[in-house]
């Protein structure tokens, strides 16, 4: 395998490893920590979602799709 065909497969390794989660089938662009789920992690609860609480980030929004 070459460099560029090992750089490849790193980087296709690391968006679907990092940055898809599974349960809701997208891709997130933003890591905020080393966690399996670092990608979805800050996002609030389904819970808080639901109750439409109003933050100044959108949750509840659609922004993350």
């Not at 679907?16 to 996002?43: E, I, M």
Request: net charge negative; glycine share 10%.
């Amino acid at each position: 395998m070459s460099t560029i065909d090992g750089t490849i497969q790193q980087a296709w390794d690391f968006t679907w490893n990092r940055l898809f989660y599974g349960k809701t089938n997208l891709f997130y662009d933003c890591l905020v920590s080393d966690d399996p789920d670092g990608a979805v992690c800050h996002q609030p609860p389904p819970e808080t979602i639901r109750l439409q609480v109003p933050n100044p980030c959108g949750w509840g929004s659609g922004m993350e799709d």
